[in-house]
């Protein structure tokens, strides 16, 4: 008979060592993504340099962040922080319930328009976050008569939306193959009621981006084909408020026609935390009725939504041109000197700079010759990309200076050396 302690030790007595085996060997082969930093302190930019970090376990060591997608700056911002400040002392810190019970504020429906009108659309909707806003689209728009077209290298958000859902047919095509879209398009016509063809806006590991006027004039070409239409569907949370003159993303940089379905997020250039999508009135009215992950999850608070909102008006303003001019030039910079040191980047106007190390070990090696230099940078190895598409991603912040761009590039000379 089993004593009360065997039944108490009974549960995960055998599943416990499977996880941790799983957990070795991911750290065998390379590919696990190990413990966490942690931030305990914000040093604010001053005298020619940018913000500094503080990390637990290191002292008063500082560090510059290579690796954060707060592209313009804005987290620290003082009317982003003001807005967030007032709005939670006048409404509290959290939403209390899913929206449809109780969870609407003024600054959720208000940010709802706002992007609404940055992005020439009818209507939009937030999310809690932005992989909640790809898995919450994509998957009430497939049905069992769609066929369903991505590129192969989008987001882990929309390979798991595309798994999750249940399409006549999924196809991929090879990154930025155009002709295989086409083709690809075409062997499903007669077979499909409607075809979704979903792709990034910005590639998040390599910062190239989408022919979005090639996509678009191929589905509106195909469009006849099918009775309920090709609808393009296009995550540009990379591109919104870091690419194009006045940061409205990929669309605006290849002057693409907008795409019939265009998903953001809040928690990159806007500096809070969540997801959106904005179209016709008509698919986000469907999305609101028919998205698990809008319908039964909590929304942002109202605080974060009045932060976004703020941060939105500052993207759209004289400063915030001033802000994407100075993204770019400190792009250029980084590219430029990186090239004449002899790295391999793919260059771009996007602020993901990749160094394509194409190696798992010289991949971690050169992330902790960063960090001794007082560099926070992220390396990437499969599954997180392909096999020999090792790289670090670094990413520039417009509250990056010159100085801390050229500190960078020192210790990756030294190292080069």
């Known amino acids: 008979m089993r004593s009360r302690d065997d039944e108490d030790c009974m549960p995960l007595d055998r599943l416990i060592p499977q996880l941790d085996r799983h957990?070795?060997?991911?750290?065998?082969?390379?590919?696990?993504?190990?413990?966490?930093?942690?931030?305990?302190?914000?040093?604010?930019p001053e005298g020619g340099r940018g913000p500094?970090?503080?990390?637990?376990?290191?002292?008063?060591?500082?560090?510059?962040?290579?690796?954060?997608?707060?592209?313009?700056?804005l987290a620290l911002h003082p009317e982003v922080i003001r807005a967030e400040e007032e709005t939670s002392r006048a409404m509290g810190t959290g939403?209390?319930?899913?929206?449809?019970?109780?969870?609407?504020?003024?600054?959720?429906?208000?940010?709802?328009?706002?992007?609404?009108?940055?992005?020439?659309?009818?209507?939009?909707?937030i999310f809690s976050s932005a992989y909640a806003a790809v898995m919450g689209t994509l998957v009430p728009l497939i049905d069992s008569t769609t066929a369903v077209i991505s590129d192969e290298l989008n987001h882990n958000?929309?390979?798991?939306?595309?798994?999750?859902?249940?399409?006549?047919?999924?196809?991929?095509?090879?990154?930025?193959?155009?002709?295989?879209?086409?083709?690809?398009?075409?062997?499903?016509?007669g077979r499909a009621r409607r075809a979704i063809v979903v792709t990034d806006g910005i590639f998040s590991m390599r910062g190239d981006h989408a022919p979005l006027?090639?996509?678009?004039?191929?589905?509106?070409?195909?469009?006849?084909?099918?009775?309920?239409?090709?609808?393009?569907?296009?995550?540009?949370?990379?591109?919104v408020g870091a690419f194009g003159p006045t940061g409205r993303g990929t669309e605006e940089y290849t002057a693409s026609p907008p795409a019939d379905v265009l998903i953001g997020t809040l928690g990159k250039a806007l500096a809070?935390?969540?997801?959106?999508?904005?179209?016709?009135?008509?698919?986000?009215?469907?999305?609101?009725?028919?998205?698990?992950?809008?319908i039964y999850?909590?929304?942002?608070?109202?605080?974060?939504?009045?932060?976004?909102?703020?941060?939105?008006?500052?993207?759209?303003?004289?400063?915030?041109?001033?802000?994407?001019?100075?993204?770019?030039?400190?792009?250029?910079r980084m590219e430029a000197n990186l090239g004449a040191l002899g790295y391999e980047i793919i260059p771009g106007e996007h602020p993901i700079v990749p160094l394509m190390l194409r190696d798992t070990e010289a991949t971690r090696r050169l992330v902790a010759a960063l960090f001794e230099g007082g560099v926070l940078a992220t390396g990437l190895a499969y599954p997180v990309v392909p096999r020999g598409d090792e790289e670090i991603r670094l990413q520039v912040n417009a509250d990056h200076t010159?100085?801390?761009?050229?500190?960078?590039l020192s210790v990756l000379a030294a190292v080069g050396r």
């Open 23 to 44: 957990v070795a060997l991911l750290g065998d082969q390379g590919t696990a993504k190990g413990s966490e930093l942690v931030i305990r302190e914000v040093i604010p």
């Open 52 to 73: 500094r970090y503080l990390l637990e376990g290191y002292g008063n060591r500082s560090f510059i962040r290579m690796n954060s997608n707060s592209y313009l700056g």
């Open 95 to 125: 939403p209390g319930a899913v929206r449809f019970i109780t969870g609407t504020h003024t600054p959720h429906v208000q940010l709802e328009r706002a992007l609404a009108a940055f992005h020439r659309r009818e209507t939009g909707m």
């Open 157 to 189: 958000s929309i390979i798991n939306a595309l798994r999750l859902s249940r399409p006549l047919s999924k196809s991929v095509y090879p990154h930025l193959d155009m002709a295989a879209l086409d083709r690809q398009l075409a062997e499903v016509t």
């Open 213 to 239: 006027d090639e996509i678009m004039n191929i589905a509106r070409r195909h469009d006849h084909d099918f009775p309920d239409n090709v609808v393009v569907v296009v995550d540009d949370s990379h591109g």
């Open 272 to 294: 809070v935390n969540g997801g959106y999508v904005v179209s016709e009135s008509s698919v986000i009215g469907y999305l609101r009725e028919t998205s698990p992950f809008y």
């Open 297 to 332: 999850s909590n929304p942002i608070t109202a605080s974060e939504a009045a932060a976004a909102l703020a941060a939105l008006r500052i993207l759209d303003s004289p400063e915030g041109v001033s802000l994407l001019d100075r993204l770019k030039d400190l792009t250029y």
């Open 402 to 408: 010159v100085a801390d761009i050229d500190h960078v």
